[in-house]
């Protein structure tokens, strides 16, 4: 059974960078058939697209962000990563990565979720 | 980008009755539409895709449909298990720029 689970800090300092990192385990990172992904959602409960990345590197961000973020994967630890700069208090959340099963041709939804982690920056 | 507004913000239904999510997309989004159901305390659980696609596991009681920019999820008879919050998501472009809605909380009547 597939797991995703996020770790990292849960305190940034404002204007320094927030690093998270998603391990996949029961299934490969390297499968074609899935995008890698990472969600946030705000005190105030809304969910927004962060990015995201295939098991070759190729990456795609949401544009809002895309001036601050940078997403990797490692196929050898089966773990893919999220890396957002210069951080505010509006980027306090939870940050939750996921699976996209599909990608250019198909989208069968974001299937599998981590649990979760939050994310506080402070002054 | 595309906006989702969904309504209503809160809908209250009894136990058995039939509730009614609406999800308008503020442009063309064709059926490349998703739901999602959260409950307290849990990652969002993938309900269906391609705006009538019930996900894997997902029971014949919830279903979808509309396409363009307005689309509704209809649960037939709710039981206690579905009052969660729900969310709609479309997936239009390539590459993407994924956008959800607000949500709408299902709440006990």
């Known amino acids: 059974q597939l797991q995703l689970q996020e770790s990292g800090p849960g305190l940034v300092k404002s204007s320094e960078s927030l690093s998270l990192t998603c391990s996949v385990s029961g299934d490969s990172i390297s499968s074609s058939s899935y995008y890698w992904v990472w969600i946030r959602q705000s005190p105030g409960k809304n969910l927004e697209w962060i990015g995201s990345i295939y098991y070759s590197g190729s990456a795609f961000y949401n544009p809002s962000l895309k001036s601050r973020v940078t997403m990797s994967i490692d196929t050898s630890k089966n773990q893919f990563s999220l890396k957002l700069r210069s951080v505010t208090a509006a980027d306090t959340a939870l940050y939750y990565c996921?699976?996209?099963?599909?990608?250019?041709?198909?989208?069968?939804?974001?299937?599998?979720w981590g649990q979760g982690t939050t994310v506080t920056v402070s002054s | 980008e595309v906006v989702m507004t969904q309504s209503p913000a809160t809908l209250s239904v009894s136990p058995r009755e039939r509730a009614t999510l609406s999800c308008r997309a503020s442009?063309?989004?064709?059926?490349?539409l998703a739901w999602y159901q959260q409950k307290p305390g849990q990652a969002p659980k993938l309900l269906m895709y391609?705006?009538?696609t019930r996900a894997t596991g997902i029971p014949a009681r919830f279903s979808g449909s509309g396409s363009g920019t307005e689309f509704t999820l209809t649960i037939s008879s709710l039981r206690s298990e579905d009052f969660a919050v729900y969310y709609c998501?479309?997936?239009?472009?390539?590459?993407?720029?994924?956008?959800f809605g607000q949500g709408t909380l299902v709440e006990i009547k």
């Open positions: 391609g705006a009538s």
């Open positions: 998501q479309q997936y239009n472009n390539w590459p993407p720029a994924w956008t």
């Open positions: 442009q063309y989004v064709g059926s490349n």
């Open positions: 996921a699976r996209l099963d599909g990608g250019l041709y198909y989208n069968y939804g974001l299937d599998v």
